[in-house]
């Protein structure tokens, strides 16, 4: 169930997206894809989704987060007005991909 979820969730990833704080870049997780051969066909797997979904699984069933994570980088975002006023700023967090994605997978896998 769980490696569904983590392959659907990998599709809908936006290879466009920036990487996140652990500079993994969304197109490797994307497109990590073989051909298998599949009833005279060949279908294209992620190869990396059953590899996720078993460490999700592990992490899940701790309730465990890896502590590297947890860490995220603040990013100052214009909103509007004077460019030299702090005030004018929102902070972003960026936090890393692989811990993105298992958010995601956690969510939607309800």
């Known amino acids: 169930m769980l490696e569904g979820v983590v392959c659907c969730q990998s599709q809908k990833l936006s290879a466009g997206a920036s990487s996140g704080f652990d500079a993994i870049p969304i197109p490797f997780i994307k497109h990590a894809c073989l051909p298998v051969r599949c009833h005279d066909r ?62 995601r997978a956690e969510i939607f896998g309800d």
Request: hydrophobic share 45%.
């Open 42 to 103: 060949f279908k294209q797997v992620n190869v990396l989704v059953p590899l996720m979904a078993r460490l999700f699984r592990v992490l899940l069933s701790e309730s465990k987060v890896p502590a590297c994570w947890k860490v995220a980088k603040l990013s100052p975002v214009h909103k509007k007005g004077e460019v030299l006023n702090p005030g004018n700023y929102r902070m972003i967090a960026v936090s890393g991909v692989i811990y993105y994605f298992r958010q």
